[in-house]
């Protein structure tokens, strides 16, 4: 996430802030940030009591319900289980999510019900979409 977050900050004239849901070391008064969290480009970090993950990121426990609730649009990229089961939270929680994948098995077991495509007009018209349609309901 790094890498995408460099990108999207590295964007001249966009919309929105880079945010970053961080763990905390729980047993440590002050919870300090798991180390290497935040990246160095989150702008707007948001301190939580939940932990780095682990192979049951649908848990109730995992950062992965806040990503995909807060989110507009879930765009998912090449990963392992963190990322099938944001997948997986996307379509629990009716929150539009496009893979960005050259082939379905970059992402182990993500849903038939995601939309898969590696061309990446159609991932941006996707957002665009979503974005719109939040926009009209909101309004």
Known sequence: MSEVSQAFVGVAGRTGCAVGIVPTVSDVPLRPPVVGYPNPW?????FTHLG??????????????????TSSAIILLPGG???AS???LALQYRT???AYLESRDE????????????DFS??????????????RTAG
């Open 42 to 46: 989150v702008e707007i970090p948001i």
């Open 52 to 69: 780095v993950g682990s192979n049951a990121g649908d848990d109730p426990t995992s950062r992965n319900h806040i990503n995909v609730l």
């Open 81 to 83: 289980e963190g990322t």
């Open 86 to 88: 944001e997948a997986r």
């Open 96 to 98: 539009p999510a496009v």
């Open 107 to 118: 992402i182990l077991r993500l849903p038939d019900e995601i939309l898969v495509t590696h």
């Open 122 to 135: 159609r991932v941006a018209d996707f957002v665009v979409e979503c974005v719109t349609r939040l926009s």
